[in-house]
């Protein structure tokens, strides 16, 4: 009974910054961990950043480690991944998701509300 939606996608250069937002709606979601995933074209998607429903702890792939950030606002409903120092492998489409649970995970099946993504693209 949460719905999610993403924002913020879009075309950037190869180091440069893109904030991503995952708004919910229907439900304040500050009890339900929420995790970013992407899917790049022929590829699986994949975990990226997980964050607990308080805030207190983040979980992160290494492949973005250190040039992504994971926050949320509770009052907002809204989660937020930064993106800095973008490479070309990052481009995929973005997904937000949600799950009934405070801790984060990165195992996309714990996840049961998705949204519709946001694409991404970072050209050379």
């Known amino acids: 009974q949460v719905q999610l939606v993403e924002s913020g996608g879009g075309l950037v250069q190869a180091g440069g910054s893109l904030r991503l937002s995952c708004t919910a709606s229907?439900?304040?979601?500050?009890?339900?961990?929420v995790g970013w995933f992407r899917q790049a074209p022929g590829k699986e998607r994949e975990f990226v950043q997980a964050?607990?429903?308080?805030?207190?702890?983040?979980i992160s792939a290494d492949s973005v480690k250190g040039r992504f950030t994971i926050s949320r606002d509770n009052a907002k409903n809204t989660v937020y991944l930064q993106m800095d120092s973008l490479k070309p492998d990052d481009t995929a489409i973005y997904y937000c998701?949600?799950?009934?649970?405070?801790?984060?995970?990165?195992?996309?099946?714990?996840?049961?509300?998705w949204g519709q993504g946001t694409q991404v693209i970072v050209s050379s």
């Open positions: 998701a949600a799950r009934n649970e405070w801790s984060a995970s990165r195992y996309e099946i714990r996840y049961g509300y």
């Open positions: 229907g439900r304040a979601f500050s009890g339900n961990a």
């Open positions: 964050i607990s429903g308080s805030g207190s702890s983040t």
